[in-house]
């Protein structure tokens, strides 16, 4: 059950549910301060820290994008950017409209995104990441014993790293993702192949937009919903920290 995966729409509050589940594996108590929100103004690294990653299944995909249009993938992770139009060079001419459309950042996106899940392959980027979903290498003193590297000759295992005493452990551990951007049925799908968690954040601060990638999974069922709708409330932070701590200590993630 190394998986966790989030699904909401835009300004549900996916990223700060993966920001607090960070948190929560490395802290006892749950963040109370938006502040937590940036690890270096909190002061605490807990994004490094924490044994669970942030992991996208839109990651190769704004990559391609960020690389297409001249800007960093960070950028493109900030709302105000995917909303900003680009240049006139990206305008688009409709047969029924008398002047250029307008191209935003998250059309290319959406377009890009969708366009390659159709021509080419319904999981091109499911098979993509979770191409990356792999054992990794666990060390010797992690187990408390060696095994020589000769064994591993001639092996799949040949060529991994050594500790310092000269040996390897066979790669038994798979990594604990946090995926923030389960959008389509087919994802959802792949995670629960998995045994993955699957969590819906819902919030009366959505920003709704038609598109299959904001739909798609408007009546799925997942194993856990958050009601975020505490904007207003100045215990905000706490009740979602609850909220969130209560599935971790439920999924025995934390105790």
Same mark, same amino acid.
């Given at each position: ?16 549910? =993966?920001?607090?589940?960070? %948190? ?12 937590? !929100? ?16 942030? =992991?996208?299944? #839109? ?6 994008? #960020? @690389? ?11 709302? +105000? &950017? ?8 990206? @305008?688009? %001419? ?17 377009? &890009?995104?969708?366009?390659? $899940? ?15 979903? $792999?054992?990794?290498?666990?060390? !010797? ?25 000269? !040996?390897? #452990? ?16 087919? +994802?959802?799908? $792949?995670? +629960? ?10 919030? @009366?601060? !959505? ?12 009546? =799925? ?28 200590? #439920? ?5």
């Amino acid at each position: 059950m190394p998986i966790i995966a989030i699904s909401g729409k835009i300004h549900s509050g996916k990223d700060t549910v =993966a920001k607090i589940i960070q %948190y929560l594996t490395v802290q006892n108590e749950p963040p109370f301060s938006d502040k937590f !929100c940036n690890p270096a103004e909190f002061g605490l690294d807990y994004v490094e820290n924490s044994p669970w990653k942030i =992991a996208k299944f #839109a990651g190769k995909l704004k990559e391609f994008v #960020a @690389d297409m249009i001249g800007c960093s993938v960070e950028d493109l992770e900030k709302q +105000e &950017v995917k909303s900003s139009n680009l240049t006139s060079q990206w @305008d688009r %001419y409709l047969p029924n409209l008398d002047r250029p459309e307008k191209m935003k950042v998250r059309d290319v996106l959406i377009g &890009v995104g969708n366009g390659l $899940r159709d021509s080419v392959h319904p999981d091109i980027w499911v098979n993509y990441l979770f191409k990356q979903y $792999r054992l990794s290498p666990t060390k !010797c003193h992690e187990i408390g014993k060696c095994l020589e590297t000769e064994s591993f000759k001639g092996t799949e295992h040949e060529g991994i790293d050594m500790c310092e005493d000269g !040996c390897v #452990a066979f790669p038994t551990k798979l990594p604990n993702w946090i995926i923030t951007d389960l959008r389509y049925e087919n +994802e959802k799908r $792949r995670i +629960e192949e998995y045994n993955g968690i699957t969590i819906r954040v819902n919030s @009366d601060r !959505c920003q709704y937009i038609d598109s299959p990638s904001e739909t798609s999974l408007d009546k =799925a069922q997942f194993k856990y919903v958050i009601e975020n709708n505490y904007s207003d409330d100045p215990n905000s932070m706490k009740i979602l920290s609850e909220k969130v701590k209560q599935i971790l200590l #439920a999924e025995k993630i934390i105790k």
